[in-house]
């Protein structure tokens, strides 16, 4: 099956404790407010038959994606943006105390084809950002220097990692490349699911490694439910706070 057209956006998270996070050094008191309510986005939903598609040959699969300008002649233009991981570029590469800022090219990168000097860019900045993050929870170190070497070179790598063999349940994001650096066998297909709090996720790894008292930003759901069918997303939002963020979101794109 194949989706395309406006959906509610599924993402959740509290924008303005997050930024207190990363820029600032802060874990603030949870509100529970969901910068992305209210949002809508353009989506893309296939639904495949893996057995189809892939057969048995596959087990684990590496899934990302790319955006381009259309160039005049209607073929693919300059890169714009990729995701594999979310939130790699504003939470993991976020830039400090001067330090370049490496969203743009890394957008501009290919999610398999990395540069040697890029790749090493960022996965110096990870580390960097690692360190920091691990010191906020009262400045009690959870990361030893080896093991951020390893976490770093999985990350780098931008891309979900998925088992198409094993159970999607509950919060899976990261599970397989978690397990794998700990020398263990992964229980869950990995990936990300909608409805998992990615953010919560990534800043309790960052943070404590798994280690102590969970942080959350008190967000744990998209602004509106998600379909039991496909395509899986809730219908758009209408409405004067809908409107006025599609207005927002377009004078801050085209500056």
């Known amino acids: 099956q ?10 959740f998270f509290d924008g303005k404790w997050s930024k207190e996070v990363s ?17 809508n986005i353009l989506t893309f939903a296939v639904e495949l038959d893996r057995r189809q598609v892939f057969g048995g040959a596959f087990d684990l699969l ?19 943006d990729r995701v594999g991981r979310p939130e790699i570029t504003n939470v993991s590469l976020v830039a400090r105390g001067g330090a370049p800022d490496l969203r743009d ?7 398999f084809n990395i540069a040697t000097a890029h790749s090493e860019a960022y996965r110096t900045r990870l580390a960097e ?7 906020l929870d009262d400045n009690n170190v959870n990361w030893t220097e080896p093991e951020i070497e390893k976490f770093t070179a999985v990350l780098v790598d931008d891309f979900l990692v998925l088992d198409i063999t094993k159970p999607c349940k509950g ?17 869950t297909c990995g990936g990300r699911e909608l409805s998992d709090d990615v953010m919560d996720r990534i800043y309790n790894i960052y943070i404590n490694n798994n280690q102590s008292d969970p942080v959350s930003d008190g967000v744990d759901k998209p602004g509106k439910p998600l379909l039991a069918d496909f395509p899986y997303l809730a219908k758009p939002d209408i409405g004067p706070a809908a ?13």
């Open 2 to 11: 194949f989706f395309i057209g406006l959906r509610s956006d599924p993402f």
């Open 23 to 39: 820029a600032n050094g802060i874990i603030p008191e949870k509100s529970g407010s969901n910068i992305m309510a209210k949002m």
């Open 62 to 80: 590496a899934v990302a994606a790319e955006a381009y300008e259309l160039a005049a002649d209607g073929s693919a233009g300059k890169p714009l």
């Open 105 to 111: 090219q890394y957008n501009q990168d290919a999610p």
């Open 129 to 135: 950002n690692i360190r920091f993050y691990d010191r």
């Open 171 to 187: 919060n899976n994001y990261l599970e397989i490349e978690r397990t794998a650096l700990e020398g263990e066998a992964h229980q």
């Open 243 to 255: 409107a006025g963020k599609a207005a927002v979101a377009r004078f801050l794109a085209s500056r």
